[in-house]
């Protein structure tokens, strides 16, 4: 899987207008169940395409842990493999980045963050910029999230939030974590 993504990883351009996707690490509960039926982030990389701007891109960023070679795991035999990479790889504006491309710096230059639950769409609020949640999210309840589950909504989300001022999203994420502090579980690692 790694031959095959740094093969088919071409440079980021962090100039150009673009969304970072995030792909999860499957399996996981924040895909399965969580995503509903965009376990397969295939479709949603599908849906974010046919709704971006003519000149929008989708950086797709493979999670690390996804690697085989990394330490094998046999969960992880049954997911995604060459062939999901081939599908994602047509869809059209996406650019696979790759893995040693930093997280910080495709959040601080792209238009969006996106991914079905992942850590960039909250590290990207932290740095005013919006979000996009494919399935059911905590973050949803953010003023600069959208938690996609239907389309009807994506294109005007895209188009108004682009509106936006970094600072203002800021200040919603900073209300949403004060919201959130009553929902919370204060636990140390």
Same mark, same amino acid.
């Given at each position: 899987l790694r031959n095959w993504l740094e093969k088919n990883s071409t440079f980021t351009d962090l100039k150009k207008k673009y969304v970072y996707f995030a792909l999860h690490y499957q399996p996981e509960r924040s895909t399965d169940p969580e995503a509903i039926y965009f376990t397969d982030q295939t479709l949603a990389i599908e849906l974010l395409a &046919?709704?971006?701007?003519?000149?929008?891109?989708?950086?797709? =960023?493979?999670?690390?842990?996804?690697?085989? &070679?990394?330490?094998?795991?046999? =969960? !992880?035999?049954h997911f995604r493999d060459i062939e999901d990479y081939e599908k994602i790889k047509k869809i059209k504006n996406v650019i696979f980045v790759t893995s040693d491309k930093s997280a910080k710096d495709l959040i601080d230059n792209c !238009?969006?963050?996106?991914? @079905?639950?992942?850590?960039? /769409?909250? %590290?990207?609020?932290?740095?005013? !910029?919006?979000?996009?949640?494919?399935?059911?999210? +905590?973050?949803?309840? @953010?003023?600069?999230?959208?938690?996609?589950?239907?389309?009807?909504?994506?294109? %005007?989300?895209?188009?108004?939030?682009?509106?936006?001022? !970094?600072?203002?999203?800021?200040?919603?994420?900073?209300?949403?974590?004060? +919201?959130? /502090?009553?929902?919370?579980t204060v636990s140390v690692v």
């Open positions: &046919d709704n971006l701007p003519e000149d929008y891109y989708i950086y797709v =960023k493979e999670h690390p842990r996804q690697y085989n &070679d990394n330490f094998p795991d046999i =969960k !992880k035999t !238009k969006f963050t996106a991914s @079905c639950n992942g850590t960039n /769409v909250f %590290e990207g609020l932290a740095e005013g !910029k919006p979000g996009i949640v494919f399935g059911k999210s +905590w973050l949803s309840n @953010c003023k600069n999230v959208l938690n996609v589950n239907k389309i009807d909504n994506l294109k %005007e989300y895209i188009n108004i939030t682009s509106l936006k001022s !970094k600072e203002n999203i800021k200040e919603d994420f900073i209300e949403f974590l004060n +919201w959130s /502090v009553d929902y919370g």
